[in-house]
């Protein structure tokens, strides 16, 4: 199939970005929409006469499995974080789901946490930040009791993998009107909150993700649900609603802990 | 020749590694505050030793080149982790773990590196588990099990079809806690492209900033490698689309010898190949041989009509089918070892049985299962990979066989490393799937995450703290150095050479060009002809890359053609040191089918007397040829067999 592709082309983050017009002939529909990118930037390298200008140069764009674990691509597609495809990443995106001589809009994730770097490539650390202030479980290698001393229920162990499966891509963020990283936080809480080995910790990590969520300029939930819709793992927004409640029950115990230190 | 001494402590195979445990150095919690150690690799090797050594209290700067440590390449394995709990009472064993791996791995793996590894295995269930990591449980609570290739128990651990995913988020969880803490430092979008080697030790690396394009210098007293595989020599594999030789293959050439290149694992289990736009494979996991049939048309004439699509899998009768694992390996059926399924595979497809419009795939069939277990048990151990095959190829395969066909997957080949995981250069250690050492010539299914944990959680803390306890004198090597000066300028002609090549064509274009030489000729099957004439070719090539490759953009910027570019001129190098490896080891073993050596019904033919050894290659200079070492492997705890799977 031949497209026409308007693709946001920007040279790195201080300089202004554009909408650039390319088009593509011969796309075979088994490619997938990453491998139909390769085959543009082929065509750019071929007809670029030694022009370092970006707009005819390779599209920077972020991928690396290719099988859509890793969490590497994202690309706004017509409107859409993933593409018109529901429950895939990107890079899982296959072709014949376009027609002959459509065109394809295809933007970087906008949010203000997730400056750009490049064309379509944003950088996402501040997700990293949010993992370092409590998406862990304070264990040391080495001390671990053995790994059936604890029975743990099948529901809660499959509802724990179910928030799990969360591959950080951001797309939540991208779709949410107000740049919100609910859904990956409440992912990630919820994953421990359902297993015992999270609970010691629960009340410090539900509070210091939250904090640092705010911090890096995340914005508010305010329960539109856009990012279940737009989440490649369908990641529940129960998940949400798990988080809330552990975050209330953490304000709880400060507000207790508050009253017996002030007591005495 | 080198004397390699692999420093396997003495006394019986199972006081091995708590003797060397009570009696290694130690360094004082003091002193490893003095210490840099530099991490090159987060994924489930790099990561579980930069968060133990954080731990610690080494000073940890931990490398990748993804924008974060979560998406290294383990992240996409599938099918689960081996442990030798037993939690199955089906009779296993640590020893039977360590039989299992090294009889799968045909008999070319070091025993006491085997050993320790089925030894620690039961400890990374327990580390993991206390991570938070939801394994896949059984109504009563605990822990299940499924079954992998060239294994008669149930030793596998799993969460769904995202194994690798659960394993590596814990590690990257632990990683993220010492980042907090200030012990960890992250360098993530940094690609090392040189090793800094200063009075014969490793001191420190040369990376670029993949987004400034700047040549960074980094110091410290021990180098870790742990970048993972290096199937991309392929082209086409099931390994990301980064994965890259580039900091083994620097390593090498300053010294650290190379183990076994030739050996490359080829999943017997992966989606076929859909045109020339495709840029990599998916594997589909080899847990689906537990409950799927593999199969091909008994009859030529029903696997043409395939081929045409004149009719469908589902028409073929039962007895019209052949089950050919079941038929040939009786006692493991479909769960032989991937060397073995992946070669009966290429054997029915060479023979015309194939299917698929290329002729180059066989079924994988749910058809018993679904009918046994129902559909809901099969969407709850495999939806994700159901639903990863719908989304490529647009079949579903609840109703339809998948189709698949043998990919390169996983290279047991790699640097060569001591008991202590250190290179041939002092302080510079490998670990993980770049490493040689655990697999032998080919592994088993579920192996690798163990691998990968167990050298980093287990194993290196404790081996670099014996090599740093001698270097407490060594101090701080600043990076204006001379050995730091030289080797960033290596770097910096490098880059600059190849940005003003300036030619016709693209990097992919020869990357392809490579893959096709190295699988038809160092690929599923190998012979002297083959492999004199590809080494010929990759010479050839390589020449034309270096005149005629055309790369883009600007070097002090985000410019991915030149990252790429990088990658591919390292590869024709240890393509054709794979090759020359190939040729040389006359003997048919694991993944390494030589079809000069063979039994009368096609399995592999070792040759004991000649070829017990592990080849260590030693880079002798640009376009010289690598001169061979020679490990001898003893086997003094189990009888050299040849691989029986009937
Ligand atoms: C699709 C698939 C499924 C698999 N399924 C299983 C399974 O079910 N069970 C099993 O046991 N094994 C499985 N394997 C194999 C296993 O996943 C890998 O062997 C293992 O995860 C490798 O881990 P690693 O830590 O050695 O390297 P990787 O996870 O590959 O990590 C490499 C790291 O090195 C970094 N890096 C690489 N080069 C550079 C450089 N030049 N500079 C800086 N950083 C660099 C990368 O950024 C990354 O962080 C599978 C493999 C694949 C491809
Ligand atoms: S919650 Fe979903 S959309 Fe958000 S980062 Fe995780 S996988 Fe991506
Ligand atoms: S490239 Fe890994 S999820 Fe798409």
Known sequence: ?264 | MTKLDAKIPEGPLHNKWSFYKSNCNLVSPANKKKFDIIVVGTGLAGASAAASLGELGYNVKAFCYQDSPRRAHSIAAQGGINAAKNYQNDGDSVYRLFYDTIKGGDYRAREGNVYRLAEVSNSIIDQCVAQGIPFARDYGGLLDNRSFGGAQVSRTFYARGQTGQQLLLGAYSSLSRQVAKGTVKLYPRQEMLNLVVADGKARGIITRNLITGEIEKHSAHAVILATGGYGNVFFLSTNAMGSNTSAIWQAYKKGAFFGNPCFTQIHPTCIPVHGEQQSKLTLMSESLRNDGRIWVPKNKEDADKLKNKTITANSIKEEDRDYYLERRYPAFGNLVPRDVASRAAKERCDAGFGVNNTGLAVYLDFENSLKKLGKHVIEERYGNLFQMYEKIVDVNPYENPMMIYPAVHYTMGGLWVDYNLMTTIPGCFSMGECNFSDHGANRLGASALMQGLADGYFVLPYTLGEYLSKELKTPKLSTDNNSFVESEKEVKTRIEKLMSIKGKHTVDHFHKLLGKIMWENCGMGRNEAGLVKGIELIKELKKEFWKDVKITGETTEFNTELEKADRLANYFELGELMMTDALNRKESCGGHFREEYQTQEGEALRDDENFTHVAAWEFSGEDKTAILNKENLEFKDIDLKQRNYK
């Open chain 1, 1 to 264: 199939m031949n497209l026409t592709l308007k693709i946001w082309r920007q040279k790195n983050a201080k300089t202004k970005g554009k909408f650039v017009t390319y088009k593509i002939k011969n796309v075979s529909e088994d490619s997938s929409f990453l491998e139909m990118l390769d085959q543009l930037n082929e065509q750019l390298i071929s007809e670029n006469q030694d022009s370092v200008a970006f707009d005819k140069c390779p599209v920077a764009f972020d991928h690396d499995c290719r099988e859509g674990i890793c969490g590497m691509c994202g690309l706004y597609i017509n409107g859409r974080p993933h593409g018109p495809d529901l429950g895939i990443t990107t890079c899982q995106l296959h072709m014949r789901k376009f027609k002959d001589g459509d065109t394809i809009v295809i933007e970087p994730w906008r949010a203000k946490p997730f400056p750009l770097i490049k064309d379509l490539v944003v950088d996402r650390s501040s997700f990293d930040k949010i993992i370092q202030a409590g998406g862990f479980v304070s264990i040391n290698t080495g001390s671990a009791q053995d790994a059936n001393a604890i029975l743990i229920s099948k529901k809660n162990a499959d509802l724990s993998m179910d928030a799990a499966a969360c591959i950080g891509c951001g797309a939540c963020v991208a779709t949410c009107k107000n740049a919100s990283a609910m859904l990956f936080v409440a992912a990630k809480v919820s994953q421990f909150a359902l297993l015992p080995q999270g609970k010691v910790e629960a009340v410090e990590r539900v509070k210091n993700m939250i904090s640092t969520m705010d911090e890096l300029g995340f914005g508010n939930c305010t329960n539109t649900y856009a990012c279940e819709v737009e989440c490649p793992k369908l990641i529940s927004v129960t998940n949400i609603a798990r988080l809330n409640r552990e975050f209330i029950h953490a304000k709880v115990i400060a507000e207790k802990e508050r009253q017996i230190s002030g007591g005495f």
